[in-house]
């Protein structure tokens, strides 16, 4: 039987990562493009992987020639070095569908973010996140679109940069928005949900949004960090304005931990209001407490 193949835009990332994971159980050849072949050589030692090169001039319907499944994964928490929202959000998008759907590829995931909405997000992220889900929505293909909460997992960029943070702290940490509400939800969970929408036909043309089983605030989620590294410090919840400015001055650093953009985020609390597709998937959400401290050292 010839073996079903699948393209994945972003698969280097981490998501991208614990999704070709499940992907190859599931018996696919993939393709992942990339902008940097240098970072992610380590993909090319899977024989069922074929790392190749991303560029504005690549042709993507090439790429997507033969492909049974075309999944969406591109994204960017923080506009830098001229990459904008719109690029990578919209854009790219755009451009994966037309070569989607010139390439006749049958289905095509996309991966997006809770409370993305095009017109009444909260942030840029989250307006430009929800014009590429209605794109993506749009296309003449089966589409299934993912909405999770913040991820977490191996290799994560979330309980890693709050341990990052609380490694470098001298004793007292001040935090912004220490109210922000999350339902983290594990990586896996996530993969296994788009896997078993593949030939799910009840999933087509559906927008599911992904939490973990629990809602913890900011600051709970950071004493939980220190907590698991044993770290005694004092985190100090900003107030709002103070917690604006810092994400405004932070903001204006290379690299930076907070930016306004994310400040306007998390005004939002990422929880699932209705329901948690996770369980409509058959799957029960793990809880960060037997997963993370698999990672946290
Ligand atoms: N992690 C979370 O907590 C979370 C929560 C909600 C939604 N999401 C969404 O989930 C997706 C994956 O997130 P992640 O955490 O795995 O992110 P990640 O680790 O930063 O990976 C993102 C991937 O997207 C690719 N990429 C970024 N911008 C691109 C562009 N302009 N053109 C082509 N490729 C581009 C990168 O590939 P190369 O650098 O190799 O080219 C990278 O592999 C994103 O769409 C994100 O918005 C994530």
Not at 14 to 32: M, W
Not at 142 to 161: E, H, K, L, M, Q
Not at 229 to 240: E, F, P, Y
Request: hydrophobic fraction near 45%.
């Amino acid at each position: 039987m010839k073996r079903q193949r699948a393209c994945i835009i972003g698969g280097t990332g981490f998501v991208g990562r614990h999704l070709l994971t499940r992907l190859r159980a599931a018996g696919y050849h993939c393709i992942v493009p990339t902008r940097r072949m240098f970072r992610h050589r380590d993909l090319k030692l899977y024989p069922d992987v074929e790392l190749c090169e991303l560029s504005p001039t690549v042709g993507l319907e090439e790429l997507f020639a033969d492909c049974d499944l075309v999944v969406n994964l591109a994204g960017i928490l923080n506009e830098s070095d001229g990459m904008t929202f719109e690029a990578a959000h919209v854009e790219l998008v755009r451009r994966i569908v037309a070569a989607a759907e010139a390439a006749g590829v049958p289905r095509l995931l996309h991966m997006s973010a809770l409370h993305a909405d095009a017109a009444r997000g909260g942030s840029a992220y989250l307006r430009s996140k929800g014009q590429g889900e209605d794109i993506a929505q749009a296309a003449s293909m089966a589409v299934t679109s993912f909405r999770p909460s913040v991820i977490f997992g191996r290799g994560d960029s979330f309980f890693n940069r709050f341990a990052g943070l609380l490694n470098m702290a001298p004793g007292v940490v001040p935090l912004a928005c220490p109210q922000a509400r999350f339902a983290p939800v594990w990586v896996d969970d996530v993969a296994q949900a788009m896997v078993r929408s593949i030939h799910d036909e009840r999933t087509v043309g559906r927008r599911y949004d992904l939490c973990g089983p629990r809602v913890l605030t900011l600051k709970e989620l950071m004493r939980y960090t220190a907590a698991r590294l044993g770290k005694r410090v004092w985190i100090i919840g900003l107030n709002d304005t103070a917690s604006r400015l810092m994400a405004k001055l932070f903001g204006m650093l290379p690299g930076a931990p907070i930016t306004l953009d994310n400040y306007l985020s998390m005004q939002t609390p990422s929880v699932c209001e209705e329901h948690n597709a996770l369980l409509q998937l058959g799957i029960h959400p793990t809880d960060i407490d037997t997963v993370v401290p698999t990672y946290l050292p």
